[in-house]
């Protein structure tokens, strides 16, 4: 198999490295552009081996992770932030030029001050280690399979859940808890769900079982509580499913309120076990202000907030509108939007749980206005029906924020060819370290 020196070109959508042998790419792991690299191609050149790196880029660092290459978490701990952000805008540009074969201009990726130990929510795995002594694995699944790598502190992680973790371990080993075993359907503990507030240090632990009968159940609380006085609520969630999905259906609340709250941008927000919330709090906000910036809202605009899950981004703009329309499918997050509109006292934000595509068509068949339409689809992005309702009804502006760039371009093309034109376009780094990016794109009618 021949050794072949080369460089790299550019980065894939998954933001590996791209080399070029006998005109056909190639994606490698922990490379970044322009490196000089020895590369092995296989006997069908169907598939390629990074052997070494021969010059360095001034951006690569040591990744400050032991199980950097093992776990299925981080993915960019090998270049320093910097170069993180420009790679982010980079591909942003790049995706734009290639879809549309023309250049937009991409603002510089918004990044963090200290992008380490930002997700406010975090669940571990558990498993039994067979020998010797007992003891406890806990970690994350290794990628793209259900083998679990073991660690003790992670960098993108809440520093709280590191010391929740450990002092569960140790009382599963006092206590002869089992961690439950997928295979054989047996043992008790799962999964540990944390989440955390940000604003109001709030702390929530979700005890994952895969039976109803918990022995012991308070005094495991009442030892995990005195232990990490920081604990706020703890509940039991339920799940003697054979699935890949964390939390199942039945919940109890075992101490405290059974949620938490959080604040952002002066908004109060009630967090339950299963509600959709941004795991990282500070870029969150940082997220929305810009999107509303964009948005540029006036006191006699009314707004329509598409996919709302639980009323955040409507209900942090109410003070800056009319009306807000906020649409959601998923009944329970209906319930907690309203929920929270009232322990607001927000009373210009109106929930309905729908499908946003149908809204909006009916809105449009009546002649109801919009001013601003707001969209936050989930990763695959949004459908034809939903796009060309949104035509329909013909906001002066759309202001579509994605959690896949990918995905947002194809809608794009939609809105393009039904006269909206983009105005901006906004990276924001929401989870640092790896190859997600959010962006927002700012659209309006012609």
């Known amino acids: 198999m021949p050794l072949v020196k080369t460089k ?50 001034p951006n690569r660092i040591k990744p400050k992770c032991e199980i950097y290459n093992k776990c299925g978490g981080c993915s960019l701990l090998h270049m320093n932030y910097n170069e993180q952000l420009n790679m982010k805008t980079y591909f942003v540009e790049n995706l734009f ?12 990726t918004l990044g963090m001050k200290n992008p380490y130990h930002y997700r406010n929510k975090n669940q571990i795995a558990f498993r039994n280690v067979k020998g010797g002594k007992s003891r406890i694995a806990s970690g994350f699944y290794e990628a793209n399979s259900h083998k679990l790598v073991e660690f003790d502190t992670c960098l993108v992680q809440d520093e709280l859940s590191d010391k929740i973790v450990g002092i569960i371990k140790e009382l599963m080993i006092k206590m002869r808890y089992n961690a439950f075993d997928e295979d054989r359907m047996t043992g008790l503990i799962r999964h540990v769900l944390i989440k955390r507030s940000a604003s109001t240090k709030e702390v929530m632990v979700v005890i994952v079982t895969g039976s109803e009968i918990f022995p012991g159940c308070q005094n495991f609380v009442k030892a995990l509580t005195s232990r990490c006085k920081d604990i706020t609520t703890v509940i039991q969630n339920v799940n003697n499913r054979k699935t890949s999905a964390v939390l199942g ?7 405290g309120k ?6 952002l941008l002066g908004k109060k927000f009630k967090i339950s076990s299963k509600s959709f919330y ?31 899950g639980v009323g955040t981004i409507g209900l942090i703009a109410s003070d800056k509108v009319a009306k807000v329309i906020s649409v959601e499918l998923v009944k329970d997050a209906v319930s907690d939007a309203i929920q929270n509109a009232k322990m607001n006292n927000i009373k210009n934000v109106h929930f309905f749980c729908d499908d946003a595509s149908n809204f909006m068509k009916n809105m449009a068949v009546k002649k109801e206005k919009v001013d601003v339409l707001i969209m936050d689809p989930p990763r695959k ?31 794009l093309k939609t809105l393009l060819e039904n006269g909206y034109q983009i105005t901006a376009i906004q990276p924001v780094d929401m989870f640092p370290h790896t190859s997600h990016i959010e962006n927002i794109v700012c659209l309006i009618r012609k």
């Not at 030029?97 to 510089?108: A, D, G």
């Not at 059974?258 to 604040?263: C, H, K, P």
């Open 8 to 57: 790299v070109e550019k980065y894939n959508s998954d933001l590996k490295g791209v080399v070029t042998y006998n005109n056909k790419e190639y994606a490698l792991d922990n490379l970044i552009i322009n490196e000089e690299v020895e590369i092995e191609i296989s006997k069908d050149s169907n598939k390629v081996t990074l052997k070494r790196i021969l010059k360095e880029s």
């Open 381 to 411: 992005g949004s459908d034809e029906r939903f796009l060309n309702a949104a035509v329909k009804l013909s906001p002066k502006k759309i202001v579509y924020i994605s959690c896949d760039p990918r995905t947002q371009v194809i809608d």
């Open 258 to 263: 059974g949620f938490i709250t959080d604040i």
């Open 97 to 108: 030029f290639e879809t549309f074969n023309k250049y937009y201009k991409v603002n510089p």
């Open 278 to 308: 941004q795991i990282n709090s500070s870029q969150c906000e940082v997220l929305y202000t810009k999107a509303l910036e964009l948005a540029n809202l006036s006191k006699n605009d009314i707004l329509f907030d598409a996919y709302c």
């Open 249 to 255: 259906d039945k919940e109890k609340v075992l101490y």
